[in-house]
T-cell receptor, first 111, second 117 residues
Framework: QKEVEQDPGPLSVPEGAIVSLNCTYSNSAFQYFMWYRQYSRKGPELLMYTYSSGNKEDGRFTAQVDKSSKYISLFIRDSQPSDSATYLCAMTGAGSYQLTFGKGTKLSVIP | GAVVSQHPSWVICKSGTSVKIECRSLDFQATTMFWYRQFPKQSLMLMATSNEGSKATYEQGVEKDKFLINHASLTLSTLTVTSAHPEDSSFYIC?????????????FGPGTRLTVT
């Protein structure tokens, strides 16, 4: 079993839709959870991070962490064509800088 | 936010030659830099952790004699792929953290696409 599982998609939604992206993980030591956005042939860009369980909202983006289920989510409201990218979840444990990434989900928002 | 650059952005080389990729933190001093490799439709795989002034720490399965890492200053780390082969063709991405940032503040470069013919 891989440490981090993420459905690679592709996921195609109409403009304005609510998008739900998810990852599951197996390592209970993970405490910091991040979502990165990666455009084609570019480096990842940090979108949001969450420490331990809970929700965090930033504009149209909401990150959720459920440590009891080892499940994290990223919701995008009012999706825009500019949101079309690959979204990577990443996580790490306390005191560690080493990130473990999911495979990424490719999202296309259709105008 | 902090900016990390990589050079070159794309390189093609012949099998058996060596290629050097540079990673620079432009507006902050990076105590630690990471090198990742990403194959098409795959996740980023950590290759090594590079600390300024010390030897890099390589992940299991990564040949340290093939992937030479030098972190000579707080703003520059280099990855040299020696005796490159077609299977080394990949997207190489570096990231950097500053000592002042939280552990989540890892800034990524734009990546270098290596094609070995």
């Amino acid at each position: 079993q891989k440490e981090v599982e993420q459905d690679p998609g592709p996921l195609s939604v109409p403009e304005g839709a609510i998008v739900s992206l998810n990852c599951t993980y197996s390592n209970s030591a993970f405490q910091y959870f991040m979502w990165y956005r990666q455009y084609s042939r570019k480096g990842p860009e940090l979108l949001m991070y969450t420490y331990s369980s809970g929700n965090k909202e930033d504009g149209r983006f909401t990150a959720q962490v459920d440590k009891s289920s080892k499940y994290i989510s990223l919701f995008i409201r009012d999706s825009q064509p500019s949101d079309s990218a690959t979204y990577l979840c990443a996580m790490t444990g306390a005191g560690s800088y080493q990130l473990t990434f999911g495979k990424g989900t490719k999202l296309s928002v259709i105008p | 936010g902090a900016v990390v650059s990589q050079h070159p952005s794309w390189v093609i080389c012949k099998s058996g030659t060596s290629v050097k990729i540079e990673c620079r933190s432009l507006d902050f001093q990076a105590t630690t830099m990471f090198w990742y490799r990403q194959f098409p439709k795959q996740s980023l795989m950590l290759m090594a952790t590079s600390n300024e002034g010390s030897k890099a720490t390589y992940e299991q399965g990564v040949e340290k004699d093939k992937f030479l890492i030098n972190h000579a200053s707080l703003t520059l780390s280099t990855l040299t792929v020696t005796s490159a082969h077609p299977e080394d063709s990949s997207f190489y991405i570096c990231s950097a953290i500053s000592g002042a940032g939280g552990q989540y503040e890892q800034y990524f470069g734009p990546g270098t696409r290596l094609t070995v013919t």
